[in-house]
């Protein structure tokens, strides 16, 4: 069975950072694409970055040169470290393994894999 489980996250003041983490099993990160989204309410869900198995990286625009996706392989857990935080970040974070999202607006879906979600806040 396989299973992302979300770590991190929390509440902060703009500037400040945090870090998000995902931990796999049932898979390898090596072997598999996987992404970072989130959702604001009132907000449709909104992809952040990709990571590739070969290690490619994608950050939306409004986190670029802000936010950082690495691995661990020992660990089986990828991080997206999060700094320079503004309250426009502020949403449930997800990460998922193939990156891809609902259609209805919503990041969920049944037909890959999904982070629990976690919470980040941040104030002005």
């Known amino acids: 069975e396989v299973q992302l489980v979300q770590s991190g996250g929390g509440s902060v003041q703009a500037g400040g950072s945090l870090r998000l983490s995902c931990t796999a099993s049932?898979?390898?990160?090596?072997?598999?694409?996987m992404g970072w989204y989130r959702q604001a309410p009132g907000h449709e869900c909104e992809l952040v970055s990709t990571?590739?198995?070969?290690?490619?990286?994608w950050y939306r625009d409004s986190v670029k040169g802000r936010f950082t996706s690495s691995k661990d392989n020992a660990k089986n857990t990828v991080y997206l470290q999060m700094n320079s935080l503004k309250p426009e970040d502020t949403a449930v974070y997800y990460c998922?393994?193939?990156?891809?999202?609902?259609?209805?607006?919503?990041?969920?879906?049944?037909?890959?894999?999904w982070g629990q979600g976690t919470q980040v806040t941040v104030s002005s």
């Open positions: 998922a393994t193939p990156p891809f999202m609902g259609t209805d607006g919503y990041c969920v879906t049944q037909y890959n894999y």
């Open positions: 990571r590739g198995r070969d290690g490619a990286t």
């Open positions: 049932g898979l390898t990160f090596d072997d598999s694409d």
